[in-house]
């Protein structure tokens, strides 16, 4: 299997209006997405955010189940968080995949609109080869991520469709979702 990152990215993304903002990082965001990249075997989870006071507050919270009661309350808590790395662009967490994996990530996109994309074999059989480049999942906060990030990705995975037309997971859930269907057995 080819390197597997995971990405969640607090800016550039969209509120409900359109308007491009950076979003607040939430504690369950970084315990929930960190758990899910374990479980699937990705190598890092990076948070990303350019405000360095939302940045301290995440490393605080990762902090806390590292260290004293929290690492001794849930080693499994710590194994997880273990993985996150917390950076100020994407920029910094392609730079750290390359120092890494030798090699420039692929990005892939992803996004509860509908936008075509890879399917979920195609990118299965991309994240199979183990001879191919590291592959970085890069999932948003707020209302979605802003065009700028989808530019920089190098493919477009398909949106999560339920039962009906209404179609706004929590980025929890869709990452759950979404590295299932591509790492999952």
Excluded at 151 to 170: C, K, M
Aim: charged fraction near 20%; proline fraction near 5%.
């Amino acid at each position: 299997m080819a390197d597997l990152y995971v990405a969640l990215a607090h800016y550039p993304v969209v509120d409900r209006t359109g308007k491009i903002v950076a979003a607040a990082i939430t504690s369950l965001d970084l315990h929930d997405l960190a758990r899910s990249a374990r479980t699937y075997g990705a190598k890092a989870f990076f948070v990303i955010h350019p405000v360095a006071e939302q940045r301290a507050f995440a490393a605080r919270v990762i902090g806390h189940w590292q260290t004293g009661f929290g690492r001794r309350f849930d080693s499994r808590r710590r194994e997880a968080l273990d993985l996150t790395r917390i950076v100020g662009a994407l920029d910094d967490a392609i730079a750290a995949i390359e120092t890494a994996a030798g090699a420039r990530p692929l990005i892939a996109f992803t996004s509860a609109r509908a936008q075509g994309g890879l399917g979920w074999d195609a990118a299965r059989a991309r994240l199979a080869n183990p001879a191919g480049p590291p592959i970085m999942v890069m999932f948003g906060t707020g209302f979605g991520m802003a065009p700028a990030l989808a530019d920089r990705a190098d493919f477009t995975l398909p949106p999560i469709l339920g039962a009906d037309d209404y179609n706004h997971l929590s980025v929890r859930a869709a990452a759950g979702i979404i590295l299932d269907r591509l790492c999952g057995r």
